[in-house]
Structure formats: C-alpha cells, structure tokens
C-alpha cells in the first residue's frame, strides 16, 4: 500500500497511525506542534512532520509525496484545517477521509440534565458567563481563550485546562492568564479528577465541547452533576462530509489499494 497522509490533532490520529504501523503500512503524520509531536509515538513505518500548515503547504506536500490518501484526524472543531486539508486534497486528486470521534457521550447523570445547558458557539458561551457570578473551570483548551479573555471581568474567573505544552502556556500568557489560574495537564481525567479540580478552583461553572467520550465529556458532566454546578457545552460544528470511525477508514483504505493495485 502507497503511504497514507494523516493529519493529526487527536487520540483518534494517533490510534490510526498504531493501527496502520501494526500492519506494516507506511504513513506520514503531520503534527501542528511540538507537544503534537510529542504525544506521537515514533516507530517503524511512521514519519512525523511537525509545523502548522497553510493550504498551499498542504497543497505542496500532497504534491511531492506518493500517498494513496489523505486521513483529516484533526479536532473537530479546527473548523478552518479541515476546510484547507479537503480543499488541498481536491486539487491533487487525493482521496479524502474524515476521521473523527463519536459526540454520543454516556451521560450518567440524568437526575441533573436540568443543569446541563448547550450553546452554539464560543461567543454564545461567553454571553451567558458574563451573566454568572463564582469561578469558571473551562476546558475547551486554549484555542478560544482570547474570546473568554477579552472580557476582564471573566478573565479573573477563569481557571484554563490546557494541554501541557509549549504553545498553549505561552497563549495564556499572551492573554493574561496568571499562573495560578492554569492547569496545564494532559488526559483524560476521571469523574473523580474533574470533581477534585471542581472543588480545588471553587468553581461555579464548568464548560466543554462536545467531544464524546473519548475526549472526556461525559467524566466532565458527571462531575459537575455530583457537584451540583452547571455545565455549558459548546456543541460541535456540523461535519459536511461523512465522518469515519477507525474501522471505516480501514476498510476504506484496502478498497482504495484493491483498486490502485496493477
């Protein structure tokens, strides 16, 4: 099999590129970050590429390579990625997959679903929090952290949960996040986890993506319900192309080999 381009910005990403190893077929994942390349298991038949991308970078490195598809693992709500990898993708020719969790979180809690509120975007969310009083346990990461910090008087209730890397420190740097209101740590965190960060902070309020379970929402909003505290999901942006487990890309993948095969 021709080597597979994976964008990379999940656990799904990383799962994939096991799976692939694990049968010998070569693949290139590209990481936007350092700590992305970190988290990458290096091993044979993979090649990691680290470094943000533009789509004519995409366009470029499409070009150059032998690759028999391009795998999209990056986060669901890299909105503008995605877009730029499909667009790369059409113009060489290249198959596209989207790669992407399941947003069914198993929701434990029923008895407080009252307490459980969705909104569509960031900026709905910061309207809303504007109106809350008490501390704030955010863990959307730091990619919207400007929206949250541009308003001073959320921006002293904010208590941040990044990835503990590099890039996202320097962001609440760059929004004036002090010290003692991040915590930088990698997951996935246990009910039991988020409840004792729930507690440590004095949070009020707790807001999430959807991500599913893989990316901790249900151990989210389990702990918020045992605390008796609101929690505000930012629903995920709907996905124009089909999405894939790790299955279908699989299957996908030896039918584009049976096909290409002379």
């Known amino acids: 099999m021709a080597e597979i381009l994976i964008f990379s910005g999940t656990t799904e990403g ?12 070569d693949c290139m994942a590209s990481v936007a970050t350092e700590y992305g390349r970190e988290v990458m298991r290096q091993q044979e038949h993979l090649v990691i590429r680290e470094g943000r991308m533009g789509e004519p970078e995409m366009e470029e490195l499409m070009r150059t390579g032998a690759f028999l598809a ?8 890299a909105v503008e990625v995605t877009e730029h990898i499909k667009e ?15 947003t069914a979180a198993e929701r434990e809690i029923a008895e407080h679903e009252w307490m459980i509120h969705t909104v569509a975007d960031t900026q709905e969310c910061v309207e809303l929090l504007s109106k809350l009083p008490g501390n704030i346990l955010l863990t959307t990461g730091s990619k919207e952290l400007h929206a949250y910090a541009a308003r001073e008087e959320i921006r002293k209730r904010l208590f941040v949960r990044v990835l503990p890397g590099v890039e996202s420190i320097e962001i609440c740097h760059r929004e004036q996040i002090p010290g003692k209101q991040i915590i930088a740590m990698q997951g996935p965190f246990s009910k039991e986890m988020n409840l004792a ?18 990316g901790g929402e249900d151990t989210k909003l389990a702990a918020a319900g045992a605390a008796q505290i609101p929690s505000y999901i930012i629903l995920r942006p709907d996905e124009k192309t089909p999405v894939m487990d790790i299955d279908e890309v699989l299957m996908q993948l030896r039918r584009l080999e049976s096909v290409t095969d002379p």
């Open 14 to 25: 990383r799962e994939l590129v096991e799976a692939l190893c694990a049968r010998q077929i």
């Open 70 to 77: 391009v795998v999209d693992a990056t986060h669901p709500y």
């Open 88 to 102: 790369s993708a059409k113009k060489t020719n290249l198959p596209y997959l989207r790669l992407s969790r399941s």
């Open 197 to 214: 960060m729930i507690r440590q902070y004095q949070a009020s309020v707790l807001v999430t993506k959807e991500s599913g379970k893989t």
